[in-house]
Nanobody, 117 residues
Framework: QVQLVESGGGLVQPGGSLRLSCAGS????????MSWYRQAPGKERELVAS????????NYADSVKGRFTISRDSAKNTVYLQMNSLKPEDTAVYYC???WGPGGVYWGQGTQVTVSS
């Protein structure tokens, strides 16, 4: 049974940092590209960052480049999102995504990030 469990969200002041974690189980973690998405109230879910199966290549949304870093630890079956210099517009529910088969996908339950003074 595939599971993705996110953690690490919370309330942080502008300019602060958080590290999100997504622990995967029930699949061969090393074989899959992993991604972080976010969804703010009233907005569509958007890609934040992704990392290839081997961790060699990453890509980021323009809005987070230079502030966020995605990484993965194969020994722990976990993908991370280090978020620095947070802004109020980063406030959203953050989701971990696993592509599964043709057109399929698994999502985690999400973790809330709120950036506010």
């Amino acid at each position: 049974q595939v599971q993705l469990v996110e953690s690490g969200g919370g309330l942080v002041q502008p300019g602060g940092s958080l590290r999100l974690s997504c622990a995967g189980s029930g699949f061969t973690f090393n074989n899959y590209r992993m991604s972080w998405y976010r969804q703010a109230p009233g907005k569509e879910r958007e890609l934040v960052a992704s990392i290839t199966s081997g961790g060699i290549s990453t890509n980021y949304a323009d809005s987070v480049k230079g502030r966020f870093t995605i990484s993965r630890d194969s020994a722990k079956n976990t993908v991370y999102l280090q978020m620095n210099s947070l802004k109020p517009e980063d406030t959203a529910v953050y989701y971990c995504k696993l592509p599964w088969g043709p057109g399929g996908v698994y999502w985690g339950q999400g973790t809330q990030v709120t950036v506010s003074s």
